[in-house]
């Protein structure tokens, strides 16, 4: 019996990868927790003491947060999906990668559309990810045995 053997070398690895996931995404769902509870405190003390310069930025840092936020909890259901699956969710992860995008573009601070070449990055980003997008979507549709197998029979 060889202790390092392909079999038990690769169910460490694999054990080793899923113990890790494990631990970062409860560390993932405690900084989501803490950042949504800020979120939510620093919100409220403002509008309470009418503290709110919406028109002045405000809204933008807001926006940011919030979306900030947003991107975090799609990775974290990306963590959850691997855990479930023992597959990366190439879908997920093109998801979060156009909020991510999404957010950039919605709080570029004002002037910022004077520059050409940022933003044509944007949007060759966007349209990249949409087509990697539209192209996993397309190539899901057709007969898939993991999926099918996994799908409920109409009653």
């Known amino acids: 019996m060889d202790l390092l053997s392909d079999k038990r070398f690769l169910g460490a690895i694999h054990s080793y990868e899923r113990q890790l996931a494990k631990i970062?995404?409860?560390?993932?769902?405690?900084?989501?927790?803490?950042?949504?509870?800020e979120l939510v405190a620093q919100s409220a003390v403002k509008v309470v003491t009418w503290q709110t310069d919406w028109?002045?930025?405000?809204?933008?840092?807001?926006?940011?947060?919030?979306?900030l936020i947003f991107i975090a909890l799609e990775v974290l259901q990306n963590v959850v999906a691997y855990l479930r699956d023992q597959v990366v969710q190439i879908e997920l992860v093109l998801l979060t990668a156009i909020t991510a995008v999404a957010r950039k573009v919605i709080v570029l601070p004002p002037g910022t559309e004077d520059k050409a070449p940022l933003m044509l990055g944007f949007g060759v980003m966007?349209?990249?990810?949409?087509?990697?997008?539209?192209?996993?979507?397309?190539?899901?549709?057709?007969p898939n045995p993991a999926r099918d197998a996994n799908a409920q029979p109409s009653a």
């Not at 970062?24 to 509870?37: K, S």
């Not at 966007?126 to 057709?142: F, S, T």
């Open 24 to 37: 970062l995404a409860v560390l993932l769902a405690a900084v989501i927790g803490v950042a949504t509870i």
């Open 126 to 142: 966007v349209v990249a990810l949409a087509a990697a997008y539209w192209l996993i979507r397309r190539a899901g549709q057709g």
């Open 55 to 67: 028109f002045d930025g405000g809204l933008i840092k807001l926006l940011d947060r919030l979306l």
